[in-house]
T-cell receptor
Framework: EAGVAQSPRYKIIEKRQSVAFWCNPISGHATLYWYQQILGQGPKLLIQFQNNGVVDDSQLPKDRFSAERLKGVDSTLKIQPAKLEDSAVYLC????????????FGSGTQLSVL | AQSVAQPEDQVNVAEGNPLTVKCTYSVSGNPYLFWYVQYPNRGLQFLLKYITGDNLVKGSYGFEAEFNKSQTSFHLKKPSALVSDSALYFCAVRASGSARQLTFGSGTQLTVLP
């Protein structure tokens, strides 16, 4: 089966600019996650969707980060404006449903904020 | 709060020798425990999980993990290491019956020397 697709693979921006990441989960997976992985740390959950509804966004910095999953399939994560500390790898993952912890991860988008 | 500690940033082992990657956890109630592996420029891949039952869990690529409730540990093991096992390994935990999502450790870089 096709895996989780993410784009772009790399992105370099200056602080205060905006950026968007795209994710297409595995077909049929109802649950979609966005994680932030800062160098030397484990992934941290930013937001979780169940179909097109938000289940958990408690760790999403909502003053600058936003995410949507229109139609319950692919998803977009946006940062506006970006800060230096947002430099990280942004990972998208999906799973069959909310109770299934076998997550399938994409390769991630590496963001550098200068 | 739930947390995971991986006390070793780096583990080196000779090919053919047994390997152990350590993980300890803290969670309220019974834990659900997981190991994921990350190869360079790839997303995380699920290795194995412990939900309940037998304390020794077998997973992908010949890996296994032993749940020890008294020591709150979930160490990853393999009887004979391969060079291709070299990767970044993450332990993760969630409390059973909790709506909280997975909390990942900071990762352990495993290098298998030929």
């Amino acid at each position: 089966e096709a895996g989780v697709a993410q784009s772009p693979r790399y992105k370099i921006i200056e602080k205060r600019q905006s950026v968007a990441f795209w994710c297409n989960p595995i077909s049929g997976h109802a649950t979609l996650y966005w994680y932030q992985q800062i160098l030397g740390q484990g992934p941290k959950l930013l937001i979780q969707f169940q179909n097109n509804g938000v289940v958990d966004d408690s760790q999403l910095p909502k003053d600058r980060f936003s995410a949507e999953r229109l139609k319950g399939v692919d998803s977009t994560l946006k940062i506006q404006p970006a800060k230096l500390e947002d430099s990280a790898v942004y990972l998208c993952a999906s799973s069959w449903d909310r109770g299934n912890e076998k997550l399938f991860f994409g390769s991630g988008t590496q963001l550098s904020v200068l | 709060a739930q947390s995971v500690a991986q006390p070793e940033d780096q583990v080196n082992v000779a090919e053919g020798n047994p390997l152990t990657v350590k993980c300890t956890y803290s969670v309220s109630g019974n834990p659900y425990l997981f190991w994921y592996v990350q190869y360079p420029n790839r997303g995380l891949q699920f290795l194995l999980k412990y939900i309940t039952g037998d304390n020794l869990v077998k997973g992908s690529y010949g890996f296994e993990a032993e749940f020890n409730k008294s020591q709150t540990s979930f160490h990853l093991k393999k009887p004979s290491a391969l060079v291709s096992d070299s990767a970044l390994y993450f332990c993760a935990v969630r409390a059973s019956g909790s709506a909280r999502q997975l909390t990942f450790g900071s990762g352990t870089q495993l290098t298998v020397l030929p």
